[in-house]
């Protein structure tokens, strides 16, 4: 059964960098699009990043970009979010998920998530 599972999320201090790592229990997912959401307490899932398969093209959203890196590594299965200059409003559960097709900002375009690892940062 394919799964993903993210880790790294802790609480760090406001200015502070944090890496956080998706897993994935198959080679089949190097495939695939990647992308990372986070979604804070009553608030809708956001996206925070792509990245395409075969070019390692990245997308981001103006509210991250530049702070934010998204990279893998085919050898692991593994993608990673490198996040800098982390600011409170970054604070949330952060999920990965595989890219099935459609908008990539949209939650409805992923077909496999994983259980969500939590930041927070303290200002």
């Known amino acids: 059964q394919r799964h993903l599972v993210e880790s790294g999320g802790r609480e760090v201090q406001a200015g502070d960098s944090l890496r956080l790592s998706c897993a994935a229990s198959e080679r089949a997912f190097n495939a695939y699009a990647v992308a990372w959401f986070r979604q804070a307490p009553g608030k809708e899932r956001e996206f925070v990043g792509l990245?395409?398969?075969?070019?390692?093209?990245?997308r981001y959203p103006d509210s991250v970009k530049g702070r934010f890196t998204i990279s893998r590594d085919m050898n692991r299965n593994t993608v990673y979010l490198q996040m800098g200059g982390l600011m409170p409003e970054d604070t949330g559960d952060y999920y990965c998920?595989?890219?099935?097709?459609?908008?990539?900002?949209?939650?409805?375009?992923?077909?496999?998530w994983g259980q969500g690892t939590h930041v927070t940062v303290a200002s």
């Open positions: 998920a595989s890219f099935s097709g459609g908008n990539y900002d949209s939650p409805s375009s992923y077909y496999l």
């Open positions: 990245i395409f398969p075969l070019d390692g093209n990245t």
